[in-house]
């Protein structure tokens, strides 16, 4: 139950990245097209982020201590274009269109995603 409630999360972050971000874009026309392609998008951004970030954070370290962690915002940004490509592969009609959209984007999510997140029970609390 907590991957759905992940995708959830993941899947609004991303509707609300769309709609504060220009450049940022789900192209689906209908309501139902539009929810499914959120929560496919949001599955593919959660795998990246959970295979790939701690990847990154282990060989990049020295560069998270040397930016007090700002470079995170960096990573994030890539992280959401690589979840575009991705989602290009499955034929997904999510865009970003360049690194300064994927930025703000990526900062969208982080907060919404965190805003969310603490409105939902811990894992020891369930």
């Known amino acids: 139950m ?3 409630i992940r995708i959830i999360v993941n899947a609004l972050a991303l509707w609300a990245a769309v709609l504060l971000v220009p450049g940022i874009a789900v ?10 392609t959120y929560l496919a998008v949001g599955a593919i951004f959660g795998v990246v982020n959970a295979v790939i970030k701690p990847i990154v954070k282990t060989v990049g370290c020295a560069f998270y201590i040397l930016t007090l962690g700002l470079i995170a915002l960096i990573v994030n940004a890539f992280l959401l274009l690589l979840t575009e490509w ?3 592969l499955f034929n997904l009609p999510f865009t970003v269109d360049g ?5 703000f ?7 919404v995603s965190w ?3 603490v409105f939902l029970p811990d894992r020891d609390e369930r």
């Open 105 to 111: 984007g990526a900062i969208v999510v982080a907060v």
């Open 27 to 36: 192209g689906a026309q209908d309501t139902g097209s539009q929810i499914a």
């Open 99 to 103: 690194f300064t959209s994927a930025f």
């Open 86 to 88: 991705l989602g290009g």
């Open 115 to 117: 805003a969310l997140s």
């Open 2 to 4: 907590s991957i759905i």
